[in-house]
Structures are given as C-alpha cells and as structure tokens.
C-alpha cells in the first residue's frame, strides 16, 4: 500500500492508496451480508465501518421469516440461531385488553415459520466473522467515508480517514457500494436526493425487564395509546410508544411521573417496574419516523443498498429483511458484472439490480405508509373522540375471523399480513461460491 504526505482539512495526514475490486461503505445488516457474499464468491471486498464498534446506536431487531430462509442459503443460520434471540410465531395486539392476532406465521410453509427479535451487534459481528474466513475480504472499523473519488462522472472509489491512525485512505475500486444507512454519506456526495417523505410520528423506546413486561412482538392499545413489546433476550423487553412528531419536548416537561402513569393506564402489569426501571428521559430513546426513497439506486461505479437506497419506516417492521434482500440480488449482479471486463462497472450493468428491487421495495413502503397514516391518526386525534366512539373504532381494523384468504382479511390485518410475509422471494446465488478454506462450501 504506497503512502505519501498530504495536507486534509487544517491537519497533514498520510495517504495510503488501496485498491479493491468492490468496497462496502457500512456494516449494517445490508452492508455485511453483501460483504460475506461476495467474499465467499472470490470477490475482492473491503468493508469500511465508521463506528469503533458494532455496539453504539439503536438498530432495528426484527428479522423476518425469509431473512432466516436467506441466513440458511447462504450457509449461516444454524450460527444465527446460537445467538441470543427469541422466536416470533404469532402477533397479538391487545385491544382494551382484548386479544386481536394480527399474524400468525403458522400460516407460511416451510421450516422458516417464525421471525427473530435480537440484538444488532451480536448478528453483524457474526456475519462479519463468517466473511473473515475467506482471504479476499478486509474489514476496518472506525474509518468513516468522508467523499467519493469521480472521474468523469464515474465514481472510482472513496476517500476515508482511519480513526486509528489519523491516516487518510484513498480507495480505487471497481465498485462503490452505499450501505451507509438512512443518513448515508455516499448517497449524498453522490449527488441522489433521498426522496424523504413526511410523517406525523416518532417513536419512544425504553426498555423494561422481561420478568415485569409480556414476551415476544405483543401491544397493547387503549384510549391511552399504543405500547409495542420486543422480547430481545438477555432478560430485557424493549418497549415503543408512539407520539405526535415534535411534541417530545412537550412530554417532557409534564414530567417522567405523568409518562409512567400513562404507560401503567395501558397496561397496569408495567407498575412494579416503576420508578427504578425508567427512572428518567434519559433511559429513552427518541427515533424519527422519515422514510424515503431515492429517484436512483445505480451509478457508474456506484450502488446504493438497504437504507441508502430506500429509508425504512420500522412499521412493520421490514427495514432489515429489504436489506437483506438488496444484498442477495445485488450479490448476483455485481459478480455478474465483475465477470463482464476490467474497469468501472458501468450503471448499465448493474441497473438489473435495481429493476429487480424497486418495485418490491415500493410495494413494502406503500403498506407501511398506509399503516402509518392509521396509527398517526390514533395518536393525533383519539384523544379527542368520546368513549362510546373511540372503543369500536379503535376495535375495528382487528376484528377478524379466522382462517380467512388474505384477500377477503379485513384492513388492518391484510396489511400486516402482507408487509410481514414479504412479497417478493429472492434467492442466494450459491452457484458463485468458493469452497471455504478447508474444502467446505
Ligand atoms: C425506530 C426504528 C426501529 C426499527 N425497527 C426495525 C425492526 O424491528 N426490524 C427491521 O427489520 N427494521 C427496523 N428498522 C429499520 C432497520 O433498522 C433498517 O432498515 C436497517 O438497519 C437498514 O440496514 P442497512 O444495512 O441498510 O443500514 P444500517 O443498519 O443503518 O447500517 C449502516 C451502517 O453504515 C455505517 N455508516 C454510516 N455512515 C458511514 C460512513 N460515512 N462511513 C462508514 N460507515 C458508515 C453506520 O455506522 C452503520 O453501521 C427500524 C428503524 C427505526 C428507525
């Protein structure tokens, strides 16, 4: 790796040159799985992270049935599963105490019948330590992207600083991948307008011990609100309140008593928790809820994935299986295109990757859009509908009879049904694999 002297900004670093077949900017679930993809198809890959570390912000931890059956045929379920989690079969949502199922995974085929709730980091670090096996994979942690190299309108790599050294990275490669997340820095230097869109809510996360809050994927809605319950192992539940965007600061000043009272009005179990469980604000996280979709995913030389791509609401909770999903579809285009010549690869070649993903991701965001818009109406407005109105109608979208095709299912649970099955079934190109070291595939 030659190295030389240059002045960046107001202190003089080293440059040192790297070059690679494909650099990953991210190690989200979107990012690492592309990664471990390709270094298991023989394809030089460096995975650049900005964090010292997997374990720092709030990441979604729902997995999807079919992000199990995409863990299984890419060989890396069974160490999936030795993780820390807990399996999701059924969805209930308690409506004034009465219970609603809204999915019931019983429904689908197959041996992928349940979702995971887990942790982020433990899973990421997992599929970061499958790809290290494979010799053409290179992994950095704190070495933030700070811009794209162009040359002439084509991106030819990144310029990233390394943490650890102070130095700077100049990267050439054949192929920038954004899976830098909803605030990506490529998809910004590369110039693609995320395409936000408006919402309503935001939501508030805490978390309580499981041995005072209901297991795994429940919620519990009254005149009160609506209180979402994450079993995510580890002897803790995480818990989402929804609030009307912007009126945090307004919560907070009525004080942390007034919120726990609210909690305990939807559901009175939560109780013995309080106060030592959430003594302050502090123990909350505030998250926006500003899903997005960028006009353009491909670029000459450049590909945006998961996030970067298309913002996820966590309605729904899809944000990680899209990711997922754009990885495995990108894995076969990227190598495809690899296999085409030497040099950039040009957008015509990998624009099949984006004709494959953006209607399904399209799909996915129209159904959580019009979930939100129910939910954003219940925050703002329920409170100001008398009683004998508010209870049917906050009953309404859950009454469902059993058994019923997804077509003829009321609203509210086609909806569901049909944001947590995923509508379109991808799959790993196995085909493209090396053997593993010591003759394994
Ligand atoms: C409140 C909330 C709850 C959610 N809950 C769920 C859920 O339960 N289930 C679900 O499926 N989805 C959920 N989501 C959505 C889900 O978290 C995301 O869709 C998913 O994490 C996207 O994966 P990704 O790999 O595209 O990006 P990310 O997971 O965001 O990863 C991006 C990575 O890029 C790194 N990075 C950023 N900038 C740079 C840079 N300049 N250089 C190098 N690295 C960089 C970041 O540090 C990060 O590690 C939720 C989202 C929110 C906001």
Redesign the pocket.
Known sequence: MPAREGVIGRTTETTHDIDTEVVV????????VLSYLLARSGVEVLL????AD?DR????????PDALRLFDEMGLLERVLALDHEEVRRGVVHVYDKPYEVFDFDDLSGPYDFALLME?PPLLETIIEAASEFETFTYRLH????DLRDEDGRIVGVR?LDHETGDELAVRSRLVVG????????RAAADIDPGLLESDLE?L?FKLPETVAHSAAQSRLNEHGLLLY?GVGGGEIQL?WFIEKGTYPELRERGIEAFRERLVAVDPSLAPAFPDSLPSFDACSL???EPGLSGKWVRDGLLL????AH????IG???????IQDAVVAHTTVTTALERGAGTLPAATLRGYEERRRPAVERVLKSQRLAERGLSWLVRRSDSLPEPVKRPLLKAPFAIPAHVPIARLPFGRRLLTRALFGPDPVRVDTTRFRERPGGRR
């Open positions: 900017v991210g190690a989200g679930p979107g990012g690492t650049l992270e900005r964090h997997l912000e709030f990441r979604g931890f729902g997995f999807q982020q070495t933030p992207v700070r990233a899976a830098d997340g909803r605030f990506s820095t490529v939501l996360w994450f989402g998250l926006h809820i994935i998961g996030d970067a913002v996820a609401s966590p909770a899809q944000g990680n299986v899209l990711a």
